[in-house]
């Protein structure tokens, strides 16, 4: 069995029995009920900065020995606040991002593959005209 594979098992795991999947949880969040998706969306953060930190520091490589490329995305606000905005509605929706929804589907929440199939179609739309949006 592939490490990655077994890597996104556990990480299943480790995200329903945080609860991280719970659309209560989720609800709370959208609501300011509750800080608990907050401090693990800001520890998430921290780590995630911490590693490209380190990985710039101590120049660490892939394992086809090239350096991990950061990338430096381009400058201009109205992407960001479009995207997040609609990223945030459909998280608002569904009640899931992305990833948590294959796990909500693993878990054995069926009526997800209604949110799956929707990002599924919204990424592959995104893919079409990404090239004619504005910057």
């Known amino acids: ?14 995200l329903t029995m945080g609860e991280i999947i719970s659309w209560f949880r ?8 509750s800080f608990h998706m907050y401090g693990v969306i800001g520890a998430a953060m921290g780590l995630g900065i ?5 990985a710039r520091k101590f120049d660490w490589k892939t394992r086809n020995r090239r350096p991990f490329d950061i990338y430096q995305y381009e400058a201009g606000w109205k992407r960001y606040l479009f995207g997040g905005a609609v990223f945030g509605m459909g998280w ?7 990833g ?5 589907f693993g878990a054995g929440y069926v009526p997800v593959l209604i949110a799956i199939v929707g990002a599924l179609l919204g990424t592959f739309i995104y893919g079409l005209v990404m090239r004619k949006l504005p910057s």
């Open 100 to 104: 948590p929804l294959f796990i909500s």
């Open 1 to 14: 069995m592939p490490v990655i594979f077994i890597l996104g098992v556990l990480f299943g795991i480790t």
């Open 50 to 54: 911490l590693f490209n930190l380190l």
């Open 92 to 98: 608002s929706i569904t009640g899931a991002c992305p």
């Open 26 to 33: 989720i609800q709370e969040m959208f609501l300011f009920d």
